[in-house]
């Protein structure tokens, strides 16, 4: 699977963002899709995954309540819009693909096998 993350760029303070992630491959939806940080001098962190169907999604504490992940397997594609975003959401964010397994076991990020490039997201205030 090939990954490829979108949507990214240079926002104000309370904006919102949709970051895309394109897959690439007719397994897409066999994976748990989720959502990743990295912020420059900070170990990369989780933001969100869903699981195959789309039915259930977790949440990093940050994120929750400012941020949905959802995906369409029909277009191969996960999403991950936000909203009311602050400095402090600056980084760049990565899509991953991994499975199966219990959708809590994808917090984690050694449990992907696939990794987009990344998309740069850049809140100023």
């Known amino acids: 699977v090939q990954l490829q993350a979108s949507g990214g760029g240079s926002v104000q303070a309370g904006d919102s963002l949709r970051l895309s992630c394109a897959a690439s491959?007719?397994?897409?939806?066999?994976?748990?899709m989720g959502w990743f940080r990295q912020a420059q001098g900070k170990e990369r962190e989780f933001v969100a995954a869903?699981?195959?169907?789309?039915?259930?999604?977790i949440y990093q504490d940050f994120v929750k309540g400012r941020s949905t992940i959802s995906r369409d397997n029909a277009k191969n594609t996960v999403y991950l819009q936000m909203k009311s975003l602050t400095p402090e959401d600056t980084a760049v964010y990565y899509c991953?693909?991994?499975?199966?397994?219990?959708?809590?076991?994808?917090?984690?990020?050694?449990?992907?096998?696939?990794w987009g490039q990344g998309t740069q997201v850049t809140v100023s205030s």
């Open positions: 869903v699981s195959r169907n789309g039915t259930t999604t």
């Open positions: 491959g007719r397994t897409f939806s066999r994976y748990i």
């Open positions: 991953a693909a991994g499975g199966p397994g219990p959708i809590e076991y994808f917090r984690n990020r050694y449990n992907y096998d696939y």
